[in-house]
């Protein structure tokens, strides 16, 4: 066994707050090996990234403070280290991505001069020397036009390419551990595998160990040699990958793996965990999973479960694999939900087409000059036919800048289109003006991918989705408006009271439940999502993708499904087109699509995204009594 990098012993990070001591990291171990990549999964606010930033000695100070533990760097305690001492630390034998890059890149130094200094420091190069190597990784991080990207600066690159700036200067300074704290997550998925290959490049060539912190369970099965699942800042469970996928033990982990969509569960509900994350200030006496555990038994609220190792390396945190709590009075079950992935039909005999869209282009001028002449045109949709069948979902999907979303905000007429026809209920869209539109309007609704920034701060849910109804709705009365809106929350699985609650008093999963609450307070017939269920931890997408799915059951929706994830495809998509440079250039059933692509850039986008083995889903069982 080589020798590990990084030793956690018992770690516990804690913040102070106004309601209590929060808990985030609450007595967590493990170790990575020289090469070795070890993943960290679970829920937001597990504690994944508070275990990163203790590591790399970032813990934001003074609320957050490391309360016990070790943290081993190549056989030296690094938690009692002076300031200086730290600092040469980060960077230099520890590097980290972080979620967001531009919190990272120092906005007033060039993208190229902030990697060739990295580089400078990190392999003792000349200052030419620097500059062709940080070409040269900007090239390896799949950076469009790398020489002059070089002298760019921070703010004028988008998301996705200060990423990949980042994971550039990251990589370069060849550290012994490198953190990854979902450093894929916003990048496209051929982008996404070119990554994962150089820090595999890396792994080998200079045996760093990596730390992978990813909701991506299939990137974790391809990747990691050891995983740990973490909940409410313990670990639940931690095993050799290939082990925690072939047989999870922990129930948390099972509802985890039955939540991520794919081929295999079309036409079943996801597996969903009811509730959330506990908040750290208030985690129970006991197991921290009690409350919403579907195995529960009397005990497990007030006695703490301990981290045995029930095959080699494969250690579980849960009193179902305790033989002497096991033998107790307090082991009765107080919950034992059926182990069954529910079927979710949706009919479908009402196929007729609800919407045509024929050679449809919208171009954006390109203007120079004093007098801002067109000199030519970006042609972000150029001619696309596609047909949107009633009941069914069509797919959109395609890499970043690829014309998804102007397609979907031109065909509901967000934006006004260059050319094209598109019937909807026998209208052209194109060719009626506002004011025609209006009683059509609330037909075509979209939501989008981040739901805090669609939805308006300063007002109330019932604000919200009345603003809706009276602009597309106005003939409803007061009186009908509030029916309305309490239907609407309580079909989307939120309380009618929450109707005077602010949008900063909800979680990411609540806030899309209100995002399409208001949009179906319109009764629409056609939904665009874009990028709706992205965002999303994999269990919160669980429930929405099942939420959506149910509502088109109900109300025989269509939706055009703009996304660039395929699981996702594969589990929700009657029909997928596939997009590049503005161009659809392969149509077909979900089903064609997947298993014979005909178009090279579709079998290249197939083959980048991280597979789990089907074969192991029908292993994902929650635990019975022993
Ligand atoms: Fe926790 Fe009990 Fe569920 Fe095991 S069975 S995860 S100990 S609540």
Request: charged share 25%; aromatic share 6%; glycine share 8%.
């Amino acid at each position: 066994m080589p020798e590990p990098v990084i030793e956690i012993k018992d770690l516990k990070t804690y913040f102070k707050t106004p309601k209590g001591v929060s808990k985030a990291v609450d007595g967590v171990s493990f170790s990575i090996p020289k090469g070795g990549t070890f993943a960290l999964v679970g829920e937001s606010g597990c504690g994944k990234s508070v275990t990163a930033l203790s590591i790399i000695q970032l813990v934001p100070e003074p609320a957050g403070y490391i309360a016990g533990g070790e943290i081993i760097l190549n056989g030296k305690d690094i938690i009692h280290l002076s300031e200086r001492e730290k600092r040469e630390i980060r960077g230099n034998k520890v590097s980290m991505i972080f979620q967001e890059p531009m919190t990272s890149l120092n906005p007033v130094f060039t993208v190229g001069g902030q990697t060739a200094e990295t580089i400078m420091l990190h392999q003792g190069k000349t200052k030419a020397e620097a500059k062709a190597a940080a070409i040269e990784m900007f090239e390896k991080v799949g950076l469009p036009g790398p020489a002059e990207l070089f002298y760019e600066y921070p703010h004028r690159l988008s998301g996705g390419m200060r990423q990949r700036v980042m994971i550039a200067i990251a990589l370069a300074c060849r550290p012994d551990l490198l953190i990854a704290d979902e450093p894929t997550t916003a990048l496209d998925v051929t982008i996404q595998d070119q990554i994962i290959k150089l820090i595999k490049e890396l792994k080998e060539s200079m045996g760093t160990a990596v730390l992978l912190i990813t909701h991506n369970l299939a990137l974790v099965y391809q990747n990691a040699e050891t995983v740990g699942v973490m909940y409410a800042g313990k670990l639940a469970e931690l095993a050799p990958a290939k082990a925690l996928f072939r047989n999870p033990m922990h129930p948390y982990t099972v509802k985890l793996l039955r939540s991520i969509p794919g081929q295999e569960k079309r036409g079943k509900a996801l597996d969903t965990i009811t509730g959330t994350v506990p908040p750290a200030t208030s985690y129970p006496v006991g197991c921290h999973f009690s409350g919403r555990c579907p195995r529960e038994m009397e005990g497990c609220a007030a006695i703490e479960p301990l981290l045995i190792e029930r095959a080699k390396g494969h250690f579980v945190s849960c009193h179902l694999h305790d033989p002497d709590f096991m033998d107790k009075p307090y082991s009765r079950p107080l919950r034992h939900e059926p182990d069954v992935m529910p079927p979710l039909s949706i009919p479908h005999d009402k196929r007729e087409t609800l919407l045509e869209v024929k050679n449809l282009k919208t171009y954006y001028p390109i203007r120079k000059g004093l007098l801002k002449r067109v000199t030519g045109h970006v042609k972000a949709v150029d001619g696309i036919d596609l047909t949107v069948k009633k009941g069914s979902t069509l797919a959109l999907v395609g890499e970043s800048g690829c014309g998804k979303t102007t397609a979907g905000k031109s065909i509901i007429q967000l934006i006004r289109p260059t050319s094209g026809e598109i019937i909807f209920k026998g209208n052209d869209l194109t060719r009626i003006d506002e004011k025609g539109l209006k009683p059509l309007r609330s037909l075509m609704q979209i939501i989008f991918q981040d739901p805090y920034s669609s939805l308006n701060p300063r007002l109330t849910v019932k604000d919200t989705i009345e603003e809706g109804i009276r602009a597309l709705k106005p003939g409803m009365d007061k009186t009908a408006r509030l029916k309305k809106i309490t239907e609407v929350l309580e079909r989307v699985g939120l309380t009618p009271e929450m109707m005077w609650r602010y949008p900063h008093e909800f979680s990411g999963g609540q806030r899309q439940r209100i995002g399409i609450a208001r949009a179906l307070a319109v009764d629409p017939e056609f939904m665009v999502c874009d990028e709706a269920v992205s965002a999303l931890d994999v269990s919160v997408q669980a429930q929405i993708l099942n939420l959506l799915k149910s509502i088109q059951r109900d109300f025989g929706l269509s939706f055009l499904f703009i996304t660039h994830d395929l699981a996702v495809v594969e589990y929700i998509a009657d029909e997928v087109a596939v997009m590049y440079g503005g161009k659809i250039v392969e149509l077909g059933t979900t089903e064609e699509i997947f298993s014979s692509p005909r178009h090279d850039y579709t079998k290249k986008l197939l083959s980048a995204i991280p597979r789990l083995d089907p074969g192991l889903i029908s292993a994902w069982r929650l635990p019975d009594r022993s």
